[in-house]
């Protein structure tokens, strides 16, 4: 069963902005919510989560660029990426905590 499907990834330059959405199958009330990222041969990281409070936490390295978002009434989750860097390439996931699984992910490239 499929638990979150991620969605808005694409190319982009250096500078510019993506909104990637995750969609779950359920209710997220009771969840925090996170994204995290897998650039190519390197380990996943997380890079932001937003409590049920509506609290949010970001990974150093994209602190004042991203901004994490949650809508219950529709089970989405958001992730607004601005002043992209190429270092931010990587396939980007959404998850449930806890008891989440991961999707299929959704691919971010920003060229230089």
């Known amino acids: 069963q499929v638990d979150v499907v991620e969605s808005g990834g694409g190319l982009v330059q250096t500078g510019g902005s993506l909104r990637l959405s995750c969609a779950a199958s359920?209710?997220?009330?009771?969840?925090?919510m996170g994204w995290h990222r897998q650039a190519p041969g390197k380990q996943r990281e997380w890079v932001a989560l937003?409590?049920?409070?509506?609290?949010?936490k970001y990974a150093d390295s994209v602190k004042g660029r991203f901004t994490i978002s949650r809508d219950n009434t529709k089970n989405m989750v958001y992730l607004q990426m601005n002043s992209l860097k190429p270092e931010d390439t990587a396939v980007y996931y959404c998850?449930?905590?806890?008891?989440?699984?991961w999707g299929q992910g959704t691919q971010v490239t920003v060229s230089s």
């Open positions: 998850l449930r905590i806890p008891g989440g699984s």
């Open positions: 359920g209710s997220i009330s009771s969840n925090t």
């Open positions: 937003i409590t049920t409070g509506g609290s949010k």
